[in-house]
């Protein structure tokens, strides 16, 4: 499928896009900055990595103590801006946010390295930091807790699922007129227009 794919599930062509990125970025093609906001409306952004995307919707996986969490916990809306340089495209999605099933988390972090692993327990994402040092001891103590066996995902480490109430697809055109595609939801289906640059 090309980028210029006619079909109006926003989804299969978000997941054509990503093909096509993941070919031609030269690193973390699922990439993707994540804005989160307190309930009274101050915002934060960060990056994250895209984990799984469906007709549910576009997840991420992190420190449920993190900022990030805290934000999620207390206002369950989020943004999310991808932007490919080598494709000159950008994908916006916006819409409430889920907690994924304990399965689901499970399953993706048992897939991760295991340093990965032990980091996720390691890391108080987000809270001041001593040192490097007491993170690599940190790290190095949850390598001897846990040198035999599986290890369990911590509790405060999971994932999140935008649920895309929009979706909008921008394309760069010549001479700044770039295209602008916008899925609304509406029910199960999509409400398609097309906005000025
Ligand atoms: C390319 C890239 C990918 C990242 N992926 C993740 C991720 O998937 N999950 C995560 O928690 N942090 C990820 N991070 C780190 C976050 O950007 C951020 O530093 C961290 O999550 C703490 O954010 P917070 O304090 O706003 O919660 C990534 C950073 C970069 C640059």
């Not at 990503?18 to 690193?27: C, I, L, N, Q, R």
């Not at 420190?63 to 495209?89: D, I, Q, T, V």
Request: glycine fraction near 8%; charge should be positive.
């Amino acid at each position: 499928m090309s980028g210029s794919a006619t079909t109006d599930d926003p989804i299969a062509l978000f997941e054509a896009w990503m093909a096509e990125a993941a070919v031609s970025e030269p690193s973390d093609p699922n990439a993707v900055c994540l804005a989160t906001a307190t309930p009274d409306g101050v915002p934060s952004a960060r990056m994250v990595l895209l984990k799984g995307v469906d007709a549910r919707g576009f997840v991420f996986y992190t420190n449920l103590e993190s900022r990030k969490g805290g934000e999620l916990a207390a206002n369950p809306n989020a943004a999310l801006c991808f932007h490919w340089k080598s494709l000159a495209r950008s994908v916006r999605v916006e819409g409430a946010v889920e907690a994924v099933s304990d399965a689901e988390a499970d399953a993706y972090y048992a897939s991760r390295a295991r340093t990965s692993r032990l980091g996720a327990w390691a890391s108080k994402q987000s809270r001041p930091l001593e040192s490097r040092f007491a993170l690599e001891k940190a790290v190095a103590e949850y390598g001897l807790k846990y040198a035999i066996g599986e290890i369990p995902r911590p509790g405060f480490w999971s994932g999140f699922r935008v649920l895309p109430r929009r979706i909008e697809l921008w394309r760069d055109m010549p001479f700044r007129l770039h295209e602008r595609r916008v899925f609304h939801r509406v029910g199960d289906g999509w409400r398609i227009e097309t906005l000025y640059p």
